[in-house]
């Protein structure tokens, strides 16, 4: 599970709003980068390394993969990070924008509990159990074997590409609403942190957010039990596996492709894998 236990350090710095990678030569070529935060460190890390040879200066900021399409669309940024696919009413919403989707990356979304549900025996969860938390009509960890403690649902934003590609999965609708919800997250930083302060919580997260204080369960769905490793990812047996994307409007040209080239070529596939997600080579 090491590989899935890489949340480096360096993420703090990524999430600050506007940052400056590293000390580069001001041209006036700038790439703006937004959205994702599961994206995030891909895009900035990947940044680091391209600015060494590429007089252009990259800045890379969060918000969600619901604000990078937005903000791609509406010309606030060059690219847009995005940890799931343009929705249909964006799709509609955004049409003279003219979206296109560039995948850079594999992930999946794991249903994560506080270490000491998992240690307590809570490790399997079936798909009705989790709707059934999410909803408010099951709230002690009791009732699905666990200890006699009441349940801390923590969840996301609504327009967080890991909210809506978990959502859909449990309940088969991205922007379902959760009235068990007792607290709603950001950044996968800000839930993770959460969910390790809790000693009995459940919420969602990238699969390489994984840690000794964060454990993923194992889902049930029809008579199958579905793990979050690499291999069921890379050959895409779990079954919330996602893209990590970067979004453009229109063909992507100059300095703007030749990032996502990068990022999609060797060097940046090899920093997709050292952050923890599968790269989309490998596919």
């Known amino acids: 599970m090491a590989r899935y236990q890489r949340v480096w350090a360096g993420l703090i710095l990524c999430l600050m709003v506007g940052f400056p990678l590293e000390t580069v030569a001001d041209t006036g070529l700038r790439v703006q980068i937004v959205g994702s935060t599961t994206v995030l460190p891909v895009a900035s890390r990947s940044a680091q390394k391209f600015m060494q040879s590429s007089k252009v200066r990259i800045i890379a900021n969060a ?12 010309s606030r940024a060059d690219i847009g990070m995005a940890s799931r696919e343009i929705s249909p009413d964006e ?3 955004f049409e003279k924008s003219n979206l296109i989707t560039h995948p850079v990356g594999l992930d999946a979304v794991a ?25 408010g009509k099951i709230r002690n960890w009791k009732e699905v074997g666990g ?5 801390v649902v923590i969840d996301k934003e609504r327009h967080r590409g890991t909210r809506h590609v978990f959502m859909n999965y449990i309940f088969g609708n991205a922007l379902q609403r959760t009235p068990g919800t007792l607290l709603v ?11 390790a302060q809790s ?3 459940i919420g969602m997260l990238s699969f390489a957010w994984i840690n000794e204080q964060v454990k993923a369960v194992t889902l049930r769905d029809q008579g199958k039990e579905y793990l979050p490793t690499w291999k069921a990812v890379q050959q895409r047996e779990y079954p919330i596996v ?12 100059g300095e703007v492709k030749a990032f996502i080239d990068f990022v999609k070529g060797p060097e940046g596939q090899k920093i997709i894998e050292e952050s923890g997600y599968i790269p989309i080579g490998g596919n």
Request: hydrophobic share 30%; charged share 25%; aromatic share 4%.
């Open 147 to 151: 200890p006699d403690r009441e349940i």
């Open 185 to 195: 997250t950001g950044s996968n930083n800000e839930e993770q942190t959460k969910i």
């Open 111 to 135: 249903c994560m509990v506080s270490a000491e549900i998992y240690q307590a025996g809570v490790r399997h969860l079936t798909r009705r159990e989790i709707a059934g938390i999410y909803m």
């Open 199 to 201: 000693d009995s919580a």
């Open 63 to 74: 918000g969600g993969s619901g604000v990078g399409i937005h903000s791609v669309a509406q």
């Open 242 to 253: 996602r893209k990590l994307n970067f979004i453009t409007a229109g063909e992507p040209r």
């Open 91 to 93: 799709k509609i919403r």
